[in-house]
């Protein structure tokens, strides 16, 4: 394979890419959980911000699995390895809505920090489609948490 990134590089990328991945599997699977089981006063507009937010991030899973696969690397795929992968923690029983939101502005902000890690790696490759991939995901979740830390406040 000669895309004019080294081998040690797409590899160093694709492994960042699979942390990502793993993260963003992981909140996307949190996401879809609090939308099932949310109650109270706010269920009806967290029903639908939930929903909204599940379904952006399971189509950013794709592009995020395609980019991997792109640099010639396996996409990991198993709830083994994104356990392994992830530094979102899973979230046990149903928490209450405010609660739920906490846990999502966490795993937001912590799958923010995940593909803001690896800028200097593709940086340094010249990886232009990976880094603007890793914008793309920045900006939506910053800007997610913004929106979920705002519905906190009185």
Do not use: C
């Not at 706010?42 to 950013?60: C, I």
């Not at 923690?89 to 739920?100: F, I, L, R, S």
């Amino acid at each position: 394979m000669d895309i004019g990134i080294n081998a040690e590089q797409r590899e160093a990328i694709a492994n960042g890419l699979s942390a990502l991945l793993a993260d963003s599997y992981t909140l996307y699977l949190m996401t879809h959980n609090f939308h099932w089981n949310v109650t109270g006063p706010q269920f009806n507009s967290l029903h639908l911000m939930f929903m909204g937010q599940y379904t952006e991030q399971w189509n950013a899973l794709d592009l995020i699995a395609e980019r991997i696969r792109a640099l010639g690397f396996p996409a990991p795929g198993t709830y083994k390895e994104y356990v392994k992968l992830a530094s979102i923690e899973e979230v046990e029983g149903v928490p209450k809505a405010d609660d739920m939101i906490r846990h999502l502005v966490a795993a937001q902000e912590a799958t923010a920090r995940t593909a803001r890690q690896l800028f200097p790696v593709v940086d340094a490759a010249n990886d232009q489609p990976t880094a603007d991939l890793l914008t793309q995901r920045l900006d939506i979740h910053e800007k997610t948490a913004w929106m979920l830390r705002s519905t906190l406040e009185e």
